[in-house]
DNA sequence: CGCAACATCTCCGGATTCAAGGTATAGGGC
DNA sequence: GCCCTATACCTTGAATCCGGAGATGTTGCG
């Protein structure tokens, strides 16, 4: 995983709707075919982190398996901020893509 | 700078040829129209690191404007490598790419 | 000479990722 | 009831690495 994407990557998930921390990893996971493992030892300090500067908001809850689980949920400076972040992705990879186009013509 | 880019950046630059860390830095922030700027306190240590590793090669020059430069070149790991890291970047973005598509079809 | 631009280098703080280990509970099989 | 697996949350520590800042030296120009 490179770093920097955990969170552009949570706020994405988060964007259908609340889901708690494993449900947003499996989403991940199933979503692009097993090519991304947000391991727990990232996920649950990027949720924390996520929560104190305000992007998200989280409550007790219990799942469909009749589990205890926290659920997250984007805040208004959270969906400002995956909008954000998911411009910033595409001007990156739009700058990676031109580098590596520009140096192939080589 | 996304972490992890900085040595697929590097490799690629070099891939057409011998450069110096300056016009390296150079070279990819025209080519990207200034969107990816290596710094100085990331490009060296990449440098040094990377041939340590056997990927890259070194040697005292003269560039054209008559400064001392160090030439850097791709050893036959380093465009193995090179290959590897574009293959990876390719992936990672495709899977970028299908969880934002998903997450916007919510 | 003085100064800007070029060119290399190192130190250090801050951020972040992952492996590893810990806790707890629900449900199925025996 | 008891064990085991899967679910679910969490923390710690090591490793990595990027970028700001500062140091050094050189070339060429006004």
Redesign the pocket.
Same mark, same amino acid.
């Given at each position: 995983?490179? =770093?920097?994407?955990?969170?552009l990557l949570i706020l994405t998930t988060l964007r259908g709707g609340p889901r708690?921390?494993?449900?947003i990893a =499996?989403w991940l996971e199933q979503t692009s075919d097993d090519e991304l493992?947000?391991?727990?030892? #990232?996920l649950?300090?990027?949720?924390? =982190?996520m929560e104190r500067r305000g992007w998200l908001e #989280?409550e007790w809850g219990i #799942?469909? +398996? +009749?589990? %205890?689980? %926290?659920?997250y949920r984007l805040t208004s400076r959270g969906r400002a901020r995956l909008q954000s972040e998911t411009e910033g992705w595409a001007a990156f990879a739009a700058a990676i893509g031109k580098v590596l186009r520009a140096a192939e013509a080589v």
């Amino acid at each position: 995983m490179l =770093r920097g994407t955990v969170e552009l990557l949570i706020l994405t998930t988060l964007r259908g709707g609340p889901r708690h921390g494993f449900g947003i990893a =499996r989403w991940l996971e199933q979503t692009s075919d097993d090519e991304l493992q947000l391991e727990e030892g #990232s996920l649950y300090p990027a949720l924390h =982190r996520m929560e104190r500067r305000g992007w998200l908001e #989280s409550e007790w809850g219990i #799942s469909d +398996n +009749n589990r %205890k689980v %926290k659920l997250y949920r984007l805040t208004s400076r959270g969906r400002a901020r995956l909008q954000s972040e998911t411009e910033g992705w595409a001007a990156f990879a739009a700058a990676i893509g031109k580098v590596l186009r520009a140096a192939e013509a080589v």
